[in-house]
């Protein structure tokens, strides 16, 4: 695969960072607007013909299947991309700034799976869903950014971007390692003949995009049917795209990969995930009580979003920070550190998605938990808004010594 190249840093890095915040931002708040709808026609007299559309089927596969199977793998294609970019040559390319946000990212998977893992324990069929309060929404969590303006930082955006992208790749291992069943032998052998050949196309420098999105295809196909979840098939195909452009290029934005994350991510941004959020979000409220709130799925979920990726994050954190295993964010205060920490509990996307990975089929448990992700998602965001809107603006942090967040 390709290594990072000194040489070939692109002159315009921080107007590409710029783009994929503003994307990332207004998409996040497009996403809040859609999620409004969803509920508010899921509670209408259309919610017949919303969830009829939803369960209706198109070549064997629901319309449902295919958002979350189909344009979904457009999705983590753009995740595995950003990974990628970032790794070898953005924000995450060196061990010094991969260390805090790499940490947090720990923090924020670990605390909210042993909440969940708790308030669950007398219920042994909702284990299977220990990962759905682990994830972040970067969308959503930008979104909430971007309303706050230069209240926050720009080393904090920074920082919730590598955050939220590690704890994407934990989310792509998760769905990896415990939401595969039925595995077919024969269609994993030909996924991985596949695979072979993206691979072959990047040893020999094969620049055009069209090669690889043709098997990328074929590939999903193949994975779909293996037993192991069909949007991995993106993520694979996004590994394999070349970082570098050809050796007689100079710039880096003409690589095959700067091309296909710019000419994916707004229809990602502006067409597939609202579609997903549109999709996924609506659930009927009708007989919703106090009651059913503290059931252990929405309770385990809500509190695993709200209380335990706040502790994750800044606990751990604020723990590497002191034991001088990484640096502040420039210019941040202690109170915006802890409001970062409270919009990481914003999981929505890959929350719903894990969710309906973790209780296939089963529509009274989907529905809990999406009111659980719903109930966790706001009051993080709500919570981290607040903060953050009344956090000092301004105190230099003093260069001797690496201390925890002023």
């Given amino acids: ?22 994307s990332e931002a207004s998409g996040g708040m497009i996403l809040m607007g859609v999620t ?44 595995g991309l950003e990974i990628k970019r970032e790794m070898l040559d ?3 390319s060196t061990w010094p700034r991969r260390i805090l946000p790499g940490i947090a990212a720990l923090g924020g998977m670990v605390v909210p799976a042993l909440i969940y893992l708790i308030i669950t324990s ?45 704890d994407d790749l934990g989310a792509i291992i998760i769905i990896a390692l415990f939401y595969t069943s039925d595995l077919s032998l024969a269609m994993l052998g030909a996924a991985a003949l596949c695979l072979l050949v993206l691979v072959a196309f990047n040893r020999f420098n094969v620049t055009a995009l069209l090669p690889y999105l043709a098997v990328g295809a074929i590939l999903w196909f193949f994975v779909l ?24 290029k100079t710039r880096a934005e003409d690589s095959p990969l700067h091309r296909l994350e710019h000419a994916i991510q707004p229809s990602v941004a502006y067409a597939i995930i609202p579609i997903f959020g549109f999709a996924n979000a609506g659930v009927p409220l009708s007989g919703l ?18 209380i335990g990726k706040q502790v994750g994050v800044y606990a751990f954190s604020h723990a590497a920070i002191h034991l001088g295993f990484a640096d502040v964010p420039a210019g941040a205060t202690r109170l915006q550190c802890y409001g970062v920490a409270l919009l990481c509990g914003i999981g929505f996307t890959m929350s719903l998605f894990i969710g309906a990975l973790a209780f296939p089929g089963q529509e009274n448990l989907m529905n809990a938990t999406k009111v659980g992700v719903l109930m966790g998602s706001a009051l993080s965001a709500l ?24």
């Fill in 225 to 248: 049917q293996s037993g192991i979840h069909a949007t991995l098939a993106g993520v694979a195909l996004a590994l394999t795209i070349p970082l570098h452009a050809a050796p007689k």
């Fill in 383 to 406: 919570a981290g808004y607040l903060v953050l809107s009344v956090a000092p603006r301004e105190q230099p942090l003093k260069p001797s010594r690496p201390a925890a967040c002023n």
């Fill in 1 to 22: 695969m390709d290594l990072p190249k000194s040489d070939l840093r692109p002159t315009r890095r921080i107007s590409l960072m710029r783009r994929f915040f503003d």
């Fill in 122 to 166: 007398n219920e042994p069929q909702l284990r299977h869903g220990w990962a759905i309060p682990t994830a972040t929404d970067i969308a959503f969590a930008l979104g909430v950014l971007a309303i706050l303006g230069p209240r926050v930082p720009k080393s904090l955006t920074i920082f919730l971007t590598a955050l939220a992208i590690l």
């Fill in 289 to 306: 009580s106090f009651g059913y709130l503290m059931d252990p799925l929405p309770l385990g979920i809500a509190l695993g979003l709200f």
């Fill in 90 to 92: 953005g924000q995450l």
């Fill in 36 to 79: 409004v709808i969803a509920l508010a026609v899921a509670n209408s007299p259309l919610a017949d013909i919303y969830f009829g559309v939803l369960k209706s089927y198109i070549l064997g596969l629901s319309v449902l299947h295919w958002i979350n199977d189909a344009l979904m793998a457009v999705f983590f294609l753009l995740v």
